[in-house]
């Protein structure tokens, strides 16, 4: 599209003005995700997992928060 421009009173054109006439809509190319808002399938929503590492008789857990929600159980 060829555009002619004048230049008024010494001063650059201005660039033309687009007005969106409808929304715009994107569509994800990415591979779909956990839904942000519902609950991580990876914990269950519970934020984490209870890991056993009991050996020798003692007994051993500690709490691992699910790297997919960051601990808060629901998809960011």
């Known amino acids: 599209m060829n555009c002619f421009c004048l230049s008024v009173g010494g001063q650059k054109p201005r660039q033309p003005v687009l ?7 994107f569509t994800p190319t990415a591979p779909a995700g956990p839904v ?3 609950a991580v399938g990876s914990c269950g929503g ?3 997992t209870t890991v056993d590492t009991s050996a020798d008789g003692v007994t051993r857990q500690h709490w691992q928060t699910c790297a997919t929600c960051n601990g808060s159980g629901v998809a960011r």
């Open 19 to 25: 007005y969106l006439t409808r929304a715009l809509t």
């Open 46 to 48: 519970t934020g984490g």
């Open 36 to 38: 942000a808002g519902g």
